[in-house]
């Protein structure tokens, strides 16, 4: 009997110290997870025993989770963003599969004609960057329409090993736009300042080795000629910035008239000079815009000097206004030289001429339709032009209609009379 107790309390102790065994066991394995889970090593903490371990358990969990939505929403964020720039954005692994491709860069996936090239060289750029190797291409699509790309490729790594690679898709064909149209600036209006300047240098020179007094006040007034024709340049130049700066123009009821009959009171010296009348007969009295009244005129006047300069002596230019309520064109007609079909698209730009020499005759500076139609954008309307060579040219403002009475079918029509300039 004392030999069967023995080996109960000897069995009793086995079980004992193998439940305390495995319950240390469990414990240990348990500080391991929450190691893990913490993301760093922690020292071992043998007090509280299992209940302990399993509250750090789920503490650490808990931490874990929130570290994931953390994770989780730093990559929302930067999804948003990627999606949000204007660039395309194409990512892949280290084992070369992509991962990520935003909106922009996914328009190249399955494309046709000239985007096949897009794609090709967005795969070939980001396989040598895996290898280590920045890539730069850039693509000239003719279109139409006409567009530049520039792909950049790099590699991507952790301080440790590489990751993957990123590629950059950029269209950069409105920035090299603009590079061309201000070199283009820069060489015309060096053009357009050299011919005066250097005839007043000319000038100068020859007046100081005259001694004939009618001969030297020809030259002064070639001089004068000159100068004037310098101012105009600057004056016209500091117009054009002005109005370019101005995105947001100041809003306030405008009478078109008012408009017309200011254009057409600072241009009545030149319509005098070539013999030209001014015909306000078709301007609604009662017409109305919203706007700058300063750049209003300042279009008017140009298309009133340009209609002026380029029509015969002895001819008549008509301004008329009509509207629908909503909308307001101002219309100035000529029975000019008209243009031809192949320059419409070009009179707007700056310091462009359809007959260069007949500009040197004139005096014009190439600015004052650039002018008119920046004003028109700034007013949120348009300018348009239909010409016919030889037939002359009608030049229409279409701008949004200001507050007040508008006629549709102007009443006082049969009370209007035509004033000549």
């Known amino acids: 009997m004392l030999i069967l107790a023995i080996v109960a309390v000897v069995a009793m102790v086995a079980v004992v110290a193998s439940t305390v065994v495995g319950r240390r066991a469990l414990r240990r394995r348990i500080d391991v997870a929450v190691t893990r889970l913490a993301g760093n090593s922690v020292e071992l903490d043998e007090s509280g025993g299992l209940e302990g371990a399993l509250a750090r358990l789920d503490r650490a969990v808990d931490n874990a989770a929130l570290r994931v939505d953390s994770a989780l929403g730093d990559v929302a964020r930067a999804t948003w963003a990627l999606e949000a720039i204007p660039q395309g954005v194409v990512i892949w692994d280290e084992s070369g599969a992509e991962v990520y491709r935003n909106e922009i860069a996914n ?14 060289a967005i795969q070939e750029t980001l396989l040598a960057a895996l290898s280590g190797s920045p890539q730069r291409r850039n693509l000239d699509l003719l279109g139409p329409p006409r567009r530049i790309l520039v792909i950049s490729a790099v590699p991507l790594d952790d301080g440790a090993r590489a990751t993957g690679a990123l590629a950059v898709i950029e269209d950069v064909s409105e920035r090299r736009r603009l590079e061309a149209v201000r070199r283009d600036f820069v060489a015309n209006i060096s053009h357009e300042l050299k011919t005066p300047v250097g005839a007043l240098g000319v000038l100068a020179e020859t007046i100081a080795a005259e001694d004939d007094s009618t001969v030297i006040r020809r030259l002064a007034e ?9 101012g105009r340049i600057i004056d016209d130049l500091l117009a054009l910035s002005r109005i370019e700066a101005e995105e947001q123009p100041m809003r306030e009821p405008v009478s078109v008239r008012e ?12 319509a005098q000079a070539n013999r030209m009348t001014i015909d306000l007969e078709g301007v609604g009295k009662r017409h109305t815009l919203r706007g700058d009244r300063r750049q209003l005129v300042s279009a008017v006047t140009n298309l009133l000097e340009n209609a ?31 243009i031809p079909t192949t320059d419409l698209e070009r009179v707007f730009e700056r310091f462009y001429r359809v007959d260069r020499a007949r500009s040197r005759e004139t005096g014009g500076t190439g600015l004052g339709l650039a002018i008119v139609r920046h004003v028109a954008s700034n007013h949120r309307g348009e300018v348009r032009v239909q010409s ?34």
Request: aromatic share 4%; hydrophobic share 35%.
């Open 222 to 230: 070639r001089m004068t000629d000159e100068a004037i024709r310098v």
């Open 308 to 338: 002026c300069k380029y029509s015969d002596h002895g001819s008549t230019v008509w301004v008329s206004s009509v509207t629908d309520g909503n909308w307001v064109e101002m219309a100035v007609r000529d029975e000019g030289i008209g």
């Open 259 to 270: 408009v017309v009959l200011e254009a057409a009171e600072r241009v009545r010296s030149l």
């Open 107 to 120: 328009a190249f996936t399955g494309a046709r004609h000239a985007e096949v090239l897009v794609e090709q």
């Open 388 to 421: 016919r060579e030889g037939l002359g040219s009608t030049f229409t403002l279409r701008l949004p209609s200001g507050p007040g009475p508008v006629a549709v079918s102007d009443p006082d029509h049969d009370h209007r009379e035509a004033e000549p300039a």
